[in-house]
Each structure stands twice: as structure tokens, then as C-alpha cells.
């Protein structure tokens, strides 16, 4: 016969609950990874505006560029063939990169969204609260930065 005492309960209880919780670190992880300070070469955003040639394009050979976008700390780049299919947004800060297939935009290209697990990156542009690129996960909005610039190819 097995007994169990109320300490082994809780210890299992406890081990059920890191495990659940694990996911959401490792997401949350994958987030905060692209906030982390280090050296890396991304272009300055004078180039930018000054330059057109000189915008990031983060986008695989075979694609085509359709946005250039620019926060903070971000360059985001919205690729595709004949429309547009793919989100690229690359940490300014540290050079991570994330590339995700879009779940939605619209036909004017104001609005882009990709999803990964439960994670949304929206880049929008001319709504009644500005241009913005924000990510949210669920309900909870994780960061929002204003755009400071923005190209179409």
C-alpha cells in the first residue's frame, strides 16, 4: 500500500505547475531575447530616410520587398512573392530576428499581422492611434513603439 503524505502531494502539485508554466517562459524568453543589449551592426535610420537604396531588407533573395518599417527598436519588413506573405522584424538592439508567415493584412498595406502560438506582431499604419508596431500576447499587449518611418517598394 502506498501512503502519500501531504508533502509529496505538494511537491507533485508544484512540478505539475512549473511544467505548465515552462511554454509561457520559453515564449516570454523569445520576446525579452529581442530587447537584450548587445552590439550589433543594423543600419541607422538616417541612412534611411536619406537613402533609399540603403534600406534593410531582411527578406529572402527569391522574395520580393513590399514595407520597410522603422521603430525604435525595430526594422520590420513585410516580403512576399505576388502579394505579400511574410513578416521579418529584426531587433535594432541585438540583431535577433523573427520571421513568420502573415495570418492577415489588408489590400491598402496598412495592416499586417503574423501569429505565432499566441503571440500577435501587428504592424499598422494611419489608425486613430497612430503608426505603430505592437506585439501582444493574448489579451495583454507586450510592447507597442511608434513607427518612425515608413517605405513601400
Known sequence: MIVFTNRTI??????????????????GLGILSLLVSSASAIPKSENFTQNPDSFPNYCQPEESLFIVAETKG????ICGGDLPHTYVGVSKINGNK????LKEYDRQGDYFEAVNQDVSYLLIR???KGDFLT???????????????????
Do not use: A, C, M
Open 74 to 77: 525595430f526594422w520590420v519588413n
Open 135 to 153: 506585439v501582444t500576447q493574448g489579451d495583454r499587449e507586450l510592447f507597442r513603439q511608434p513607427l518612425l518611418d515608413w517605405h513601400e517598394e
Open 98 to 101: 523573427i520571421r513568420l508567415p
Open 10 to 27: 505538494k511537491k507533485k502539485i508544484l512540478i505539475v505547475q512549473f511544467n505548465n508554466l515552462l511554454p509561457n517562459f520559453w515564449y
Open 126 to 128: 494611419g489608425s486613430t
